[in-house]
């Protein structure tokens, strides 16, 4: 799923370095992703997981790193589950 | 009983409206002279209320953000410069107050705004990004307990008047544009180089020229919180809503014109409605209009008040932007009316019924962060946000 993400984020996330030299829990904001930008990202992920994000988890803290988007579709797929 | 001690015994409405007489009394001079609206400013600090927003422990009255925009709608009404700059103030404050916890330097400065009266000014502004609060080329330079910076900042309000300044850079030379910090400087830790002068339709007292900023300063006074979080949860809201709420002033002092304008028409014809008397209720009507927006903004921002989940929600921006949206068009709506009705009287200066100085302090609402780039942002959010349909929140 991080591959996933992060081969979204390099596609859509227009983020001034490489997405690979990005770790897992690094602040994405910090490193350029603008709010503008990571929406794109959040409609791409809609698109490639077919899910909707809800309401709580529209913030910059689900968007603040790999590993809290990860962390984000983690807990919508099993919403959508359950 | 210390003087000051007698002030702050009185009632927030009652110190703000002795200072709106004073700053009223000068708003047309200020205007005119295009200069810093020093009689209104002196007469907030005289009424110590320069640093209500702070918590008691350091020195404030731990007022609230409701409470300050209600003195920034009444200053609005009497002089939107001397408004302009006690809002724009505050929104300073409010950042230090809620993101310089436990940070013993901006700790004792707060202290010091409150014993002192001190204003504070804020430099976000520069060449070459223009407007966008969240990027800046400048970049702060911390060689062991000291920090440099120098900053082409194309606007600093009230920059030569201020006794510190607050300024955003990136936080290291390295860093990416976004990657912020915010630095209080004080008056004598910097030099101000005037590279552009304050001569506009409207909002003249505000005195918000361009400057070369540069300053040496111990590195403590940078802000512990990443400026991107300030931002998103105080600065960007509280500007909304105060700058809402002494707009919704301006409007609300030509609506009060308009109306007196009316009835004196009523008098002098008894029995007949005057010709603008339907416009006044149509004026009235928008001014509530306003006067809600601020006032479910200000209801809003309380609720979630301290819970950064809920004021990083997009839900919250989106609403606050529409804040400042909605009043920010609104208002010249109103103020027209208000021109129509007042006709020449209105539209002459030196009149009871004048609004010239209205209307243009009131063109400065859709500019102060365009409208334009606020819509912008607001579409963005809108393509995954749902629109909140309820009534209540």
């Known amino acids: 799923m991080k591959q996933a993400i992060r081969t979204l984020l390099a596609k859509h996330g227009n983020l001034p370095v490489a997405i690979e030299s990005i770790d897992d829990n690094a602040d994405l904001y910090d490193a350029g992703l603008s709010s503008f930008a990571s929406v794109q990202v959040m409609l791409a992920l809609e698109e490639e997981f077919d899910i909707e994000f809800p309401e709580h988890l529209l913030n910059r803290k689900s968007f603040s790193s790999v590993e809290a988007i990860a962390a984000a579709l983690t807990e919508i797929r099993e919403e959508q589950a359950a | ?393």
């Open chain 2, 1 to 393: 009983m210390t003087a000051a001690s007698r002030v702050t015994a009185m009632g927030l409405t009652e110190r703000a409206r002795r200072a709106a007489g004073i700053a009223a009394e000068y708003a047309d001079r200020v205007d005119v002279e295009g200069r810093f609206p020093s009689e209104g400013m002196d007469a907030l600090k005289a009424e110590r209320l320069m640093g209500i927003l702070i918590r008691p422990e350091f020195g404030g009255e731990g007022a609230t953000m409701t409470e300050i925009a209600d003195i920034c709608a009444i200053l609005g009404q009497a002089c939107a410069s001397t408004a302009m700059t006690y809002a724009m103030h505050q929104i300073q404050v409010a950042s230090l107050s809620d993101y310089a916890l436990g940070s013993a330097w901006h700790e004792s400065f707060q202290k010091r705004i409150c014993e002192e009266q001190l204003l504070i000014a804020s430099a976000t502004s520069e060449a070459g990004i223009g407007g966008n609060l969240r990027n800046s080329l400048c970049a702060i330079e911390v060689e062991g307990e000291t920090a440099r910076l120098t900053k082409d900042a194309t606007v600093i309000s009230y920059g030569a008047e201020a006794d510190a300044i607050m300024v955003t850079s990136r936080r290291n030379p390295d860093a990416a544009h976004s990657d912020q910090v915010a630095t209080v400087f004080l008056k004598d830790q910097y030099t101000l180089e005037r590279t552009s002068v304050w001569d506009t339709l409207g909002m003249r007292g505000t005195c918000s020229e361009g400057y070369i900023f540069k300053a040496e300063a111990p590195a403590v006074q940078i802000l512990p919180r990443p400026f991107a979080e300030i931002a998103a949860q105080s600065m960007l809201a509280v500007s909304h809503l105060l700058w809402g709420a002494l707009w919704y002033g301006i409007a609300a002092d030509a609506v009060a014109r308009a109306q007196s304008f009316v009835k004196a028409a009523a008098r002098k014809s008894p029995g007949q409605m005057p010709p603008g008397a339907l416009r006044l209720a149509e004026a009235s009507s928008l001014l509530q209009l306003v006067k809600a927006n601020v006032v479910a903004g200000l209801k809003q921002f309380a609720e979630c008040k301290g819970d950064g989940d809920a004021l990083n929600a997009m839900s919250f921006s989106v609403a606050m932007n529409n804040v400042k949206i909605g009043t920010s068009q609104t208002i010249l709506t109103i103020i027209n009316h208000c021109m129509l009705i007042c006709g020449i009287a209105g539209y002459k200066n030196g009149t009871p019924f004048s609004l010239g100085r209205h209307l243009r302090d009131a063109h400065s609402a859709q500019l102060m962060i365009s409208n334009d780039r606020i819509l912008g942002n607001t579409s963005t959010m809108l393509l995954v946000n749902k629109q909140d349909t309820s009534l209540l929140g």
